[in-house]
């Protein structure tokens, strides 16, 4: 069994910062890939960014030259800098799995408040 654990999220200014994280506990095996998505109420939830085990991390538009993606074997992190209101979303971190006899699996943590004001 494996789950994610999120903390970091909160309150911040606009132009402040964050620092999100994700604990992937259980039974672990290699980790491919790791990542964030944000979801707003009434909206699809949205990439916004990734990384592979061995590193090439990728961003979406909004979040390329403001947020930087990094991880080590169970934890990922999320730095966001620069913050807008429009960055105000519940964010979800997930982690695809590869295990030898059943193959890929995609898991995802609890979910973490971002709440940024003017």
């Known amino acids: 069994q494996v789950y994610l654990v999120e903390s970091g999220g909160g309150l911040a200014q606009a132009g402040k910062s964050l620092n999100l994280s994700c604990e992937v506990r259980g039974n672990i095996y290699p980790i491919n890939i790791m990542g964030w998505h944000r979801q707003v109420p009434g909206k699809q939830r949205e990439l916004v960014a990734s990384?592979?085990?061995?590193?090439s991390p990728l961003y979406a538009d909004s979040a390329k030259g403001r947020f930087t993606i990094t991880r080590d074997k169970n934890t990922l992190w999320l730095q966001m800098n620069s913050l807008k209101p429009e960055d105000t979303a519940v964010y979800y971190c997930y982690a695809e799995l590869s295990f030898p006899e059943s193959g890929t699996y995609t898991y995802w943590g609890q979910g973490t408040q971002v709440t940024v004001s003017s």
């Open positions: 990384i592979a085990r061995g590193g």
